[in-house]
Each structure stands twice: as structure tokens, then as C-alpha cells.
């Protein structure tokens, strides 16, 4: 199972950044797939989730501001987050976990750094 990240970077205070993840070697039309960030000096944190009934959950700081999706063709999941905030300046982390086998990857983690 491998989960490949791309996305991320310098961005201003207002400004928008779309990370991707890229799963393989699992099913991801059976997988549930969650992004997390984890701020210096602090754990990692779930900052939304879509399950392979593509449901969405969200933490609260992250509703209205984030939306995570999937393409279960091109076996690709997203992270769109608009209105960046230097609070949310973290290395976010990919996560893949397929129902019934579970096997699970994590990606290899994107810096995000917001500006004021």
C-alpha cells in the first residue's frame, strides 16, 4: 500500500492550497481516507474524513473552510483549503485505510506554512 502526497507550500493569510494523495495497492473505492495536520509541539490531528460511501466528516475549525473529495477512478484523494489561517501552518498527512482488510498507509507528509 502506498499513499504518495503532492500540494502543499507557502501561502498567505486568505490564500488557498489543494493537497493530493495519491493511493495504491488498495481498493480505494473501499477505503475510508482521511487528512491530518500536525502542528509544532503538538499531535496529529484529524482534520476531516470520507468514507468509502463518500460521507464526509470535518473538524470544526476545518467547516466552511476545507472539503475533502476523492476520485475513485484516478485513485486520488483531495484536500481543498481556502481561507488559510496562520493557525493551520502544519505538515498534513494523507491517510488510507481499506474496510474488511485493513490495510492502511500514510503519506509522507506536506508542509503547509501560512503567512500573516
Known amino acids: 500500500v502506498q499513499v504518495v502526497q503532492s500540494g502543499g507550500g507557502l501561502v498567505q493569510t486568505g490564500g488557498s492550497l489543494r493537497l493530493s494523495c495519491a493511493i495504491s495497492g488498495i481498493n480505494i473505492a473501499l477505503s475510508d481516507v482521511s487528512w491530518y495536520a500536525q502542528a509544532p509541539g503538538n499531535q496529529r490531528e484529524r482534520i476531516a474524513r470520507i468514507d468509502y460511501g463518500a460521507i464526509k466528516e470535518y473538524a470544526d475549525f476545518a467547516k466552511g473552510r476545507f472539503t475533502i473529495s476523492r476520485d475513485n477512478i484516478e485513485r486520488v484523494a483531495y484536500l481543498q483549503m481556502d481561507n488559510l489561517q496562520p493557525d493551520d501552518t502544519a505538515v498534513y498527512y494523507c491517510?488510507?485505510?481499506?474496510?474488511?482488510?485493513?490495510?492502511?498507509?500514510w503519506g509522507q507528509g506536506t508542509q503547509v506554512t501560512v503567512t500573516s
Open positions: 491517510h488510507a485505510v481499506q474496510h474488511f482488510t485493513g490495510e492502511e498507509a
